[in-house]
């Protein structure tokens, strides 16, 4: 059995995913950082986010993102953001927010919305 910061990670479930919702602000904030948390306590080596949701953003979304990323390594694990809608992932390539926080697409996410992902 595999240990995160002392905790025995549990290869029987799933990763954690955790639904962004509609909405990535501040409002949002103490939300998905617990839940981050959460997550991150149950031993798993990734936590991922969903975004394939998000309706409204603004900067402060953004910045939570990266602060849920070093929170999520600072709990011993890796976070991964799957399916941000397009706009979403437009705005996090100019700010090469997709370099630093690794970037999934789940087709069965993606195809509800008619679109494809671009990389």
Do not use: N, Q
């Amino acid at each position: 059995m595999s240990r995160i910061a002392g905790r025995p990670a549990d290869r029987s479930t799933p990763d954690p995913e955790i639904d962004a919702g509609p909405d990535l602000s501040a409002r949002v904030s103490d939300r998905l950082r617990s839940s981050v948390s959460e997550a991150a306590a149950t031993g798993h080596h990734v936590v991922r986010v969903r975004l394939d949701r998000v309706a409204t953003f603004d900067t402060s979304g953004l910045g939570l993102l990266v602060g849920l990323h070093r929170l999520a390594r600072t709990e011993g694990c890796r976070l991964v953001l799957v399916s941000p809608t397009a706009m979403l992932f437009a705005v996090m390539r100019r700010r090469g927010l997709h370099r630093v926080i690794p970037v999934e697409f789940d087709i069965r996410l993606t195809e509800h919305r008619g679109r494809r992902p671009s990389s």
